[in-house]
């Protein structure tokens, strides 16, 4: 392993990048699944500049756990599109560490503007630790420019209507042997009418437990006004409520 240099990080970090063909839809514009995925490697490449990115955690016996997200979408990028994608920590209050992410076009015009919280697990005894565990101080930008509020508190209906389940496959899993989080937008907008993700202003997950390999969640859905709630079971427990945001 690298030695660790904190020091490195940059407060703010900006990722050039390119919506490629296997990011899009039918319709031509970034899913949002593929979106979580661009999150979670501008997060990574930006840790990885002080050596502390997933496998230099991993060496502490650490590892962060996405367990909430929300975005605000002005505007889907388009296949080919070329696209910067800064993130920086805004902080952390409690257990919770808190991420953003801003989405621009060529222009600089912002596209999507995105917060997710974490949370540090021991990784061999699978338990949360308290912030003040991570052994470095890394900089963070509060006061970086924002749009997207902080996540909301999401709740699984009682009156949702319950319309399929998935199953996890292998393919689904991610380096920890859970399903990965990108994949839980892909539940979510299975479960949707097919052009929402084109016309919606945005969405916002909450990951509550862990989904393994052959676990079979039922997925239940209710629409509210203009916005579309949704949460899957596996047995009795709640594995994730989603709350996705009309658009016009």
Same mark, same amino acid.
């Given at each position: 392993?690298?030695?660790?240099?904190?020091?490195?990080?940059?407060?703010?970090?900006?990722?050039?990048?390119?919506?490629?063909?296997?990011?899009?839809?039918?319709?031509?514009?970034?899913?949002?699944?593929?979106?979580?995925?661009?999150?979670?490697?501008?997060?990574?490449?930006?840790?990885?500049?002080?050596?502390?990115? +997933?496998?230099?955690?991993?060496?502490?016996?650490?590892?962060?756990?996405?367990?909430?997200?929300?975005?605000?979408?002005?505007?889907?990028?388009?296949?080919?599109?070329?696209?910067?994608?800064?993130?920086?920590?805004?902080?952390?209050?409690?257990?919770?560490?808190?991420?953003?992410?801003?989405?621009?076009?060529?222009?600089?015009?912002?596209?999507?503007?995105?917060?997710?919280?974490?949370?540090?697990?021991?990784?061999?005894?699978?338990?949360?630790?308290?912030?003040?565990?991570?052994? #470095?101080?890394?900089?963070?930008?509060?006061?970086?420019?924002?749009?997207?509020?902080?996540?909301?508190?999401?709740?699984?209906?009682?009156?949702?209507?319950?319309?399929?389940?998935?199953?996890?496959?292998?393919?689904?899993?991610?380096?920890?042997?859970?399903?990965?989080?990108?994949?839980?937008?892909?539940?979510? +907008?299975? #479960?949707?009418?097919?052009?929402?993700?084109?016309?919606?202003?945005? +969405?916002?997950?909450? #990951?509550?437990?862990?989904?393994?390999?052959?676990?079979?969640?039922?997925?239940?859905?209710?629409?509210?006004?203009?916005?579309?709630?949704?949460?899957?079971?596996?047995?009795?427990?709640?594995?994730?409520?989603?709350?996705?945001?009309?658009?016009?």
């Amino acid at each position: 392993m690298r030695e660790p240099h904190p020091e490195c990080i940059p407060a703010v970090f900006a990722w050039h990048t390119r919506v490629a063909t296997t990011d899009v839809g039918e319709d031509r514009l970034l899913t949002p699944s593929a979106q979580l995925r661009f999150q979670q490697e501008a997060g990574e490449l930006h840790f990885s500049e002080g050596n502390l990115g +997933f496998e230099g955690v991993a060496a502490l016996g650490m590892a962060f756990v996405a367990v909430q997200n929300n975005c605000v979408i002005l505007r889907r990028p388009t296949v080919g599109e070329a696209i910067t994608v800064t993130t920086w920590s805004e902080g952390i209050r409690g257990v919770k560490f808190f991420r953003r992410y801003r989405f621009t076009d060529a222009s600089g015009e912002t596209l999507i503007d995105s917060v997710a919280t974490f949370v540090l697990v021991d990784v061999k005894e699978h338990r949360m630790l308290r912030s003040s565990e991570f052994p #470095f101080e890394v900089l963070h930008a509060p006061d970086e420019p924002h749009i997207c509020p902080e996540p909301p508190r999401l709740r699984a209906s009682k009156t949702a209507t319950a319309c399929g389940t998935h199953k996890v496959t292998v393919s689904q899993l991610d380096f920890n042997g859970h399903l990965n989080n990108t994949r839980y937008a892909d539940i979510v +907008f299975d #479960f949707l009418p097919p052009k929402t993700a084109s016309t919606m202003e945005g +969405f916002s997950i909450a #990951f509550s437990k862990e989904a393994k390999l052959g676990d079979t969640l039922t997925v239940f859905v209710e629409k509210q006004d203009e916005q579309w709630f949704l949460h899957a079971q596996n047995g009795d427990d709640v594995c994730f409520t989603a709350q996705v945001r009309e658009g016009q």
